[in-house]
Structures are given as C-alpha cells and as structure tokens.
C-alpha cells in the first residue's frame, strides 16, 4: 500500500510553468516497481490521464501536452514529477497522482487507464489564466 501527497499547484498566467510534485510513503524498494501517473479533473468534466511512467522510466503522453509536459521520477526520494511549461488555460483543473496497482514485480508499460490505478492522491489545483 502506498500513500501519495500533491505538491507545486498555483496561478500562473497563460504561457508559464509549474513542477508538481508527488511524495510517495512507500519504501524505495516498493516504489520503484510501481508504474505511475498523473490525472487531472476539470470542474465538470471527467478524470483524465495526462502522463505516465513505468518503472523504467518509459513515458506515456496524453495528445494535449506533448511537448509542453515532461513526466519524471526520482527512485531514491520516492518522488513522482511532472514539470508544466507553456501552460493554455484549457490545463485548468485539479491534477492528481496515482500508482498503477501492484502485482509484485516490476511495473512496465505503464497504463493509461484510470481504473487500473488503486492508489491516489488528494490533488493539487492548478490555474491557467489568459
């Protein structure tokens, strides 16, 4: 079982850029071999997948944020990353962390379905202004 807690929400104006953050309470040896996620939620919308790492460090994009989104992980912190750049006001929403549920092993190829992740944060709010 793993808890996670959101960090680096904000205002910023369109164009800008923030780093979320995501600490796991696992230990090293467990969250490693979890693959994970970032979700997000805007007010009346559903949840969605926006990026996604295995255990590899192998990265998955959703369309919208090729390019501006960058997904990282650091093993030895049992931290989780997602660093924003060029931000449009359509990235409004609440944006989450989640871990892919454990089978034991290693996690590769990471999912991007949403119902494949058992474990979640409580979400940090993110604001895109024009």
């Known amino acids: 079982q793993v808890q996670l807690v959101e960090s680096g929400g904000g205002s910023v104006q369109a164009g800008g850029s923030l780093r979320l953050s995501c600490a796991a309470s696992?230990?090293?040896?467990?969250?490693?071999?979890?693959?994970m996620g970032w979700f997000r939620q805007a007010p009346g919308k559903e949840r969605e997948g926006v990026a996604f790492i295995d255990s590899a460090s192998s990265t998955v994009y959703t369309d919208s944020v090729k390019g501006r989104f960058t997904i990282s992980r650091d093993d030895i912190k049992n931290t989780l990353y997602l660093q924003m750049n060029d931000l449009k006001p359509e990235d409004t929403a609440m944006y989450f962390c989640?871990?892919?549920?454990w089978g034991g092993g290693y996690c590769y190829a990471a999912s991007t379905r949403r119902h494949d992740y058992g474990y979640w944060g409580q979400g940090t709010q993110v604001t895109v202004s024009s």
């Open positions: 989640a871990a892919q549920s």
């Open positions: 696992a230990s090293t040896y467990t969250y490693r071999r979890y693959c």
